[in-house]
């Protein structure tokens, strides 16, 4: 199995990459793994011009979009890190997700054919999402909810299918409980 593991987490250091690390170190003997760290790539923002809708594909000059677009299609699970940035995702994993939408669906450009297809039936994926505000409140849609939701918005557009969330909370005392989720990103690891 090819899994590609995108780290949306700006700190090397941090609750989302040390999840992540914990998870592919449990996977990474019995598949082919490849990690990105999406806010080291190079991507311009999307112009809106809509011409991927008639052309499957981003207009704008070659660049890591465009290559991250690629190792997607090629794989067949995605494992999606993202701390939580004002109930969202961070805006470089925006800016990647908003150049690649005909990657996840396909709409005509043509009135009577805009109806999304999904274009990535029978890929899965497996989110992890740290939260500074402790629990109950990091699942408020402000919090860690809302992050979930636009990454299972994007996801189940394009037919993905969500395998599991690993949702930590109060990241700013990762520490005092460090062990207890390591262990479930390790059980996550061998479950796949």
Known sequence: MRVLILNASPRRKGVTSALLTEIESSIASKHSVEAARICE????????????????RCVLPEDDAHTLARK???SDLLIIGSPVYWGNIPGPLKIFFDRNVPLFEHAEAKPMNRI?????KGKKAILTVSSAAPYPYNLLISQSRGTIRALKTILKAGGIKIETVLNVPDSYNFDSKKHKYLQKARNIGHSI
Do not use: A, E, F, I
């Open 41 to 56: 790539l190079k991507m311009k923002p999307c112009m809106g011009c809509l011409q991927c809708r008639p052309n499957k």
């Open 116 to 120: 999304p297809k999904p274009q990535l």
């Open 72 to 74: 997607v299609r090629q």
